[in-house]
């Protein structure tokens, strides 16, 4: 599985908003871009495109940023990848042979890719703060 930058810092944004739901208070685009290294003007464009998918609202002003939309756990992984990367394509034989050893293969390749689709859509960001609350407290500190 590849995952793309532009879809990372997604999810990161996401998972950063996550964190912060239970607040209900806005997030500054700038406080997640500087805390994880990405590129504002980047951030931005993804943000709008999560927001146009209904994943994240925008409050405007000096105390304006950007919230969910959703409650955590109804929001998964799957949905945010899918937002930002499109429909993933059935995978096909680039052969042109429809031999059965090509069509085994390619039958495997799409089991596979199904299953990971799956998983994906089974984790909420809810479950995914969990995991990085639970990671943070298993920290130690010399």
Request: proline residues 3%.
């Amino acid at each position: 599985m590849r995952v793309s930058a532009k879809t990372e810092y997604a999810c990161i944004a996401m998972l950063e908003l996550t964190v912060a739901y239970s607040a209900g208070e806005p997030i500054r685009i700038r406080n997640i871009a500087e805390a994880h290294g990405i590129p504002s003007r980047f951030l931005v464009q993804i943000l709008l495109q999560l927001k146009g998918a209904g994943y994240v609202v925008s409050t405007r002003g000096a105390s304006g940023g950007y919230q969910l939309a959703k409650a955590p756990d109804e929001i998964n992984l799957g949905e945010v990848m899918q937002v930002i990367e499109g429909q993933e394509e059935v995978i096909r034989s680039c052969t042109n042979s429809d031999s059965p050893s090509a069509r085994v293969l390619v039958a495997a390749w799409n089991e596979v890719q199904d299953v990971e689709r799956e998983m994906l859509h089974s984790l909420t960001f809810s479950e995914l703060a969990a995991r990085q609350r639970k990671q943070a407290e298993n920290m130690y500190y010399i």
